[in-house]
C-alpha cells in the first residue's frame, strides 16, 4: 500500500553524488516524479539548505533529506544533531560516495580501464570500508566520468546492497518512505553475504592451492573455486555445503570436548 508522501526532497553534496544516486533510484524502480535530488555544493551547504527548505515550510507534504559523505559526520555533529532534531531523514555514505561504485564488484571489473585496474578493484576491501574511493575511482574507471556513470544502472542491486550495508540502509529507507516495495533488497542479503565470506576466504589463499576434490578426482585451486563460488556453479554450491558441514562438526567436537 502506498503511503501519502508525495515527494522525498534530497539534499547531496555535489553533481557525482547526484549522478550517481539519480542512477541507483533508476535501477530500483523508484518513481523519478516523487524525488527531487537537489545539489548544495558541500556539505555545509547541504545542513543550511535543507534545514532553510524545513524551516520556511512547516506545513511541507514531502520528506526532506540529506545525504553526507561519512567524512563530515565527526566535525558537523552539532549540525546533524540539528538535523535530527528537525526530524530530517539524515543518510551518510562511506567515506566518499564513490565507494558504493564498488558495491557491486563484478560490475566495477567490467568498467576497470584495463587489466591493472582489474587487480585494484579485486584488491579492495568491503565498499564501506574504502578510503580514497574517489581517487581509486579515477585511477581504474578512468577521468572521464562518461566512462561509467551511463553505466551504474547496470549495475547487480541486489549484490550492491549485500555488500554495502550503508547503501542497503540509504535505498530502503527511501523505498519505503515512497512506499515502495524493497523486500527483494532485503532478502538476497544473507544469501550474498554467504557467497562473499567463502569468495573471501578463498582470495586469502595462493591461486594455485588445492581447495577442493570432486567425486571423479578433478581438483580445484583457489582461484578456480573462487570462480565457481561467484558464478554459484553446482561445485561452488558442493564447495560451501562441504566447508559449512566441516566447520559444523569441528565445532561440535570443540564443545563436547570442553563438557
Known amino acids: 500500500?502506498?503511503?501519502?508522501?508525495?515527494?522525498?526532497?534530497?539534499?547531496?553534496?555535489?553533481?557525482?553524488?547526484?549522478?550517481?544516486?539519480e542512477k541507483l533510484f533508476e535501477k530500483c524502480h523508484f518513481p523519478k516524479n516523487k524525488i527531487a535530488i537537489i545539489v548544495a555544493d558541500g556539505s555545509m551547504a547541504v545542513f543550511a539548505k535543507a534545514l532553510r527548505q524545513k524551516q520556511n515550510n512547516t506545513n511541507l507534504d514531502c520528506v526532506v533529506a540529506v545525504l553526507l559523505d561519512n567524512n563530515t559526520k565527526e566535525f558537523t555533529k552539532s549540525a546533524v544533531e540539528a538535523l535530527e532534531e528537525t526530524d530530517l531523514e539524515v543518510f551518510f555514505t562511506p567515506s566518499e560516495i564513490e565507494a558504493w561504485l564498488f558495491a557491486d564488484d563484478d560490475w566495477a571489473i567490467t568498467m576497470a580501464q584495463n587489466e591493472s585496474a582489474k587487480e585494484i578493484i579485486?584488491?579492495?576491501?568491503?565498499?564501506?570500508?574504502?578510503?580514497?574511493?574517489?581517487?581509486?575511482?579515477?585511477?581504474?574507471?578512468?577521468?572521464?566520468?562518461?566512462?561509467?556513470?551511463?553505466?551504474?544502472?547496470s549495475i547487480n542491486i541486489e549484490k550492491a546492497v549485500a555488500r554495502s550495508m550503508s547503501l542497503k540502509y540509504f535505498l530502503i529507507r527511501i523505498g519505503e518512505l515512497l512506499g515502495e516495495d524493497t523486500k527483494y533488497l532485503q532478502n538476497t542479503i544473507a544469501k550474498n553475504l554467504n557467497l562473499q565470506m567463502m569468495s573471501n576466504l578463498l582470495a586469502e589463499l595462493n591461486d594455485n592451492t588445492i581447495v577442493f576434490r570432486t567425486a571423479d578426482g578433478h581438483n580445484f585451486t583457489a582461484r578456480e573455486m573462487y570462480d565457481e563460488v561467484k558464478n554459484e556453479t553446482l561445485n561452488g554450491r558442493a564447495y560451501i555445503s562441504d566447508l559449512l558441514r566441516i566447520s559444523r562438526d569441528f565445532l561440535k567436537r570443540q564443545v563436547n570436548r570442553v563438557k
Do not use: H
Open 1 to 21: 500500500m502506498k503511503n501519502d508522501i508525495e515527494k522525498i526532497m534530497l539534499f547531496v553534496e555535489g553533481e557525482v553524488d547526484r549522478i550517481i544516486v
Open 122 to 153: 579485486k584488491s579492495l576491501p568491503m565498499p564501506d570500508e574504502i578510503q580514497n574511493a574517489k581517487k581509486i575511482a579515477y585511477t581504474v574507471f578512468g577521468v572521464s566520468k562518461n566512462n561509467y556513470m551511463d553505466s551504474i544502472s
